[in-house]
């Protein structure tokens, strides 16, 4: 496979968006929100405690004052973008998602 080859089978792969928790095992704090790429997420969030480096700024004070290794990262609900589906109608669907999990916990 050639550079363009490789390119448009990353553009043709079946995207999984969902919806993802990060919690501070020690606090008992969690952080819960949506991604249209579900997996990059996981490799980012894998990386930043690799690195020590806070995920988000919304829990700096705590991976701080906790350690990297008190936070753990779990994917909540995935769902496969349909391929009729445009970037946007995906993303609405998943903050739809989103909002319903939130009523749930």
């Known amino acids: 496979m050639d550079k363009k ?11 999984i968006g969902g ?3 990060i919690t501070d095992e020690i606090s008992g704090k969690s ?6 790429d579900v997996m990059k ?3 980012r969030f894998s990386f930043m405690k690799k690195t020590n480096q806070p ?7 705590d991976w701080k004052k906790d350690g990297k ?3 753990s990262f779990k994917v909540i609900e995935k769902l496969i ?3 009729e589906q445009t970037d946007q109608e995906f993303k609405e669907e ?7 999990k939130k009523e749930e916990l």
Not at 55 to 61: N, R, V
Not at 94 to 100: C, D, F, N, V
Request: glycine share 0%; proline share 2%.
């Open 69 to 71: 290794d008190a936070f």
């Open 94 to 100: 998943l903050i739809t998602l989103l909002e319903m």
């Open 41 to 43: 997420v996981e490799n």
């Open 55 to 61: 995920f988000s700024l919304l829990m700096s004070e």
């Open 31 to 36: 952080w819960l929100d949506f991604a249209q």
């Open 5 to 15: 080859d490789l390119k448009n089978a990353y553009k043709e792969r079946e995207k």
């Open 81 to 83: 973008k349909k391929p």
């Open 19 to 21: 919806i993802y928790q």
